[in-house]
Nanobody, 119 residues
Framework: VQLRRLGGGFVQAGGSLRLSCVAS????????IGWHRQAPEKQREPVAE???????NYTESVKGQFAISRDGAKNTVYLQMDSLKPEDTADYYC??????????????WGRGTLVTVSS
Protein backbone atom coordinates (compact mmCIF):
# COMPACT_ATOMS: atom_id res chain seq x y z
CA VAL A 1 0.00 0.00 0.00
CA GLN A 2 1.33 3.42 -0.93
CA LEU A 3 -0.06 6.63 0.56
CA ARG A 4 0.24 10.06 -0.99
CA ARG A 5 -0.78 13.03 1.07
CA LEU A 6 -2.00 16.35 -0.25
CA GLY A 7 -2.78 19.57 1.51
CA GLY A 8 -1.37 21.13 4.61
CA GLY A 9 0.28 24.51 4.88
CA PHE A 10 -0.06 27.69 6.83
CA VAL A 11 -3.26 29.17 8.21
CA GLN A 12 -4.27 31.70 10.83
CA ALA A 13 -6.09 30.63 13.96
CA GLY A 14 -9.76 30.06 13.26
CA GLY A 15 -9.09 29.09 9.68
CA SER A 16 -9.61 25.80 7.88
CA LEU A 17 -7.52 23.34 5.95
CA ARG A 18 -8.24 20.05 4.25
CA LEU A 19 -5.83 17.17 4.05
CA SER A 20 -6.14 14.40 1.50
CA CYS A 21 -4.59 10.96 1.48
CA VAL A 22 -4.66 8.90 -1.70
CA ALA A 23 -4.06 5.18 -1.32
CA SER A 24 -2.79 2.89 -4.05
CA UNK A 25 -1.74 -0.72 -4.22
CA UNK A 26 -3.63 -3.34 -2.20
CA UNK A 27 -6.35 -0.92 -1.18
CA UNK A 28 -9.01 -3.62 -1.03
CA UNK A 29 -7.21 -5.00 2.02
CA UNK A 30 -7.38 -1.74 3.98
CA UNK A 31 -9.41 -2.05 7.16
CA UNK A 32 -9.03 1.52 8.36
CA ILE A 33 -7.33 4.67 7.16
CA GLY A 34 -6.72 7.96 8.89
CA TRP A 35 -4.33 10.45 10.39
CA HIS A 36 -1.91 10.82 13.23
CA ARG A 37 -0.01 13.95 14.08
CA GLN A 38 3.18 14.90 15.84
CA ALA A 39 3.70 18.34 17.30
CA PRO A 40 7.19 19.68 17.98
CA GLU A 41 8.81 17.87 20.90
CA LYS A 42 5.76 15.72 21.44
CA GLN A 43 4.90 12.12 20.71
CA ARG A 44 2.87 11.14 17.70
CA GLU A 45 -0.81 10.85 18.54
CA PRO A 46 -3.87 9.57 16.70
CA VAL A 47 -6.23 12.17 15.26
CA ALA A 48 -8.96 10.42 13.32
CA GLU A 49 -9.61 7.26 11.38
CA UNK A 50 -12.39 5.83 9.30
CA UNK A 51 -13.10 2.16 8.77
CA UNK A 52 -13.86 0.38 5.54
CA UNK A 53 -17.46 0.40 6.72
CA UNK A 54 -17.46 4.16 7.10
CA UNK A 55 -17.28 4.36 10.88
CA UNK A 56 -15.24 7.35 12.01
CA ASN A 57 -13.36 7.75 15.26
CA TYR A 58 -11.70 10.86 16.60
CA THR A 59 -9.37 11.69 19.40
CA GLU A 60 -11.21 13.68 22.02
CA SER A 61 -9.41 16.95 21.39
CA VAL A 62 -10.61 17.25 17.77
CA LYS A 63 -14.21 16.06 18.09
CA GLY A 64 -16.53 18.61 16.59
CA GLN A 65 -13.60 20.39 14.97
CA PHE A 66 -12.23 17.86 12.48
CA ALA A 67 -14.19 15.65 10.12
CA ILE A 68 -12.86 12.62 8.30
CA SER A 69 -14.48 11.21 5.19
CA ARG A 70 -13.61 8.87 2.38
CA ASP A 71 -14.27 8.50 -1.31
CA GLY A 72 -14.00 4.81 -2.05
CA ALA A 73 -14.05 5.27 -5.79
CA LYS A 74 -10.97 7.49 -5.58
CA ASN A 75 -9.31 5.59 -2.72
CA THR A 76 -9.01 8.92 -1.01
CA VAL A 77 -9.55 10.00 2.56
CA TYR A 78 -10.10 13.59 3.57
CA LEU A 79 -9.54 15.34 6.86
CA GLN A 80 -11.42 18.60 7.08
CA MET A 81 -9.96 20.75 9.84
CA ASP A 82 -11.96 23.76 10.98
CA SER A 83 -11.51 26.36 13.70
CA LEU A 84 -7.84 25.59 13.78
CA LYS A 85 -5.81 26.54 16.82
CA PRO A 86 -2.09 27.05 17.29
CA GLU A 87 -1.98 23.79 19.26
CA ASP A 88 -3.05 21.97 16.09
CA THR A 89 0.31 22.81 14.58
CA ALA A 90 2.01 19.51 13.78
CA ASP A 91 3.20 17.15 11.12
CA TYR A 92 0.20 15.12 10.02
CA TYR A 93 0.74 11.55 8.89
CA CYS A 94 -1.70 9.46 6.90
CA UNK A 95 -1.83 5.78 7.76
CA UNK A 96 -3.58 2.69 6.49
CA UNK A 97 -4.16 -0.41 8.56
CA UNK A 98 -4.63 -3.88 7.14
CA UNK A 99 -6.06 -6.35 9.64
CA UNK A 100 -5.41 -10.02 9.02
CA UNK A 101 -6.59 -11.41 12.36
CA UNK A 102 -7.48 -10.16 15.87
CA UNK A 103 -3.80 -10.21 16.72
CA UNK A 104 -2.15 -9.49 13.39
CA UNK A 105 -2.24 -6.27 11.43
CA UNK A 106 0.02 -4.21 9.27
CA UNK A 107 0.25 -0.42 9.18
CA UNK A 108 1.54 1.70 6.32
CA TRP A 109 2.49 5.32 6.73
CA GLY A 110 2.65 8.23 4.33
CA ARG A 111 5.09 11.08 4.59
CA GLY A 112 4.22 13.84 6.99
CA THR A 113 2.63 17.07 5.88
CA LEU A 114 3.16 20.16 7.98
CA VAL A 115 0.20 22.15 9.25
CA THR A 116 1.12 25.46 10.86
CA VAL A 117 -1.51 27.54 12.65
CA SER A 118 -0.51 31.04 13.66
CA SER A 119 -2.09 32.91 16.55
Amino acid sequence: VQLRRLGGGFVQAGGSLRLSCVASGSTVSIDAIGWHRQAPEKQREPVAEISSGGIANYTESVKGQFAISRDGAKNTVYLQMDSLKPEDTADYYCFARLTYSPILNEVYWGRGTLVTVSS
